[in-house]
């Protein structure tokens, strides 16, 4: 049997490298190295709420739109564009997001975004691992006495 020779093409290729992409914190949360970057308009001892918002959204299971649907009296479709194209929006710029809009009172949209919310399983650790300088506990508990009640009125975030 003849022997093939390789050609110097089919030796190195520069597409067969692998990649050396940087490597993330576990569930690709974004990783706060700066102790600048998870504060908020230089204030001492102030969280990245928006940040802590997004992280806490991204555990989000299956939401039952069906039920949410009926209970609030509209279609699941509507439902589910309302939460993505306003309420999730809004919530990850920091805008005011629970006002009157189109046939949606605020009452049903606090319905929507607590459905969400009761949906979400997050894991502490790796949210506190986007912190540098938190404990779990710590950023659950700004979660717990800070963002949630706003958002049950309501209001924006920060």
């Not at 920091?94 to 459905?115: F, H, Q, Y």
Request: charged share 30%.
């Amino acid at each position: 049997m003849p022997k093939i020779e390789k050609s110097v093409s089919q030796e190195f290729k520069p597409y067969d490298k692998p990649s050396t992409s940087p490597r993330q914190t576990k569930l690709d949360y974004p990783s706060m190295k700066s102790s600048s970057l998870g504060r908020s308009k230089g204030k001492k001892n102030e969280y990245d709420k928006t940040l802590l918002v997004t992280l806490f959204l991204k555990s989000s299971k299956d939401v039952d739109w069906n039920e949410l649907g009926k209970d609030i009296g509209k279609t699941p479709i509507q439902c589910k564009d309302v939460w993505r194209k306003v309420i999730k929006t809004s919530l990850l710029t920091n805008r005011p997001w629970s006002g009157d809009g189109k046939d949606w009172t605020r009452e049903m949209k606090i319905a929507t975004l607590m459905m969400v919310l009761d949906s979400c399983n997050p894991d502490w650790e790796c949210i506190a691992a986007s912190f540098s300088g938190k404990t779990k506990s710590q950023l659950y508990d700004v979660w717990r006495k800070v963002i949630l009640p706003r958002l049950k009125r309501g209001d924006t975030i920060e």
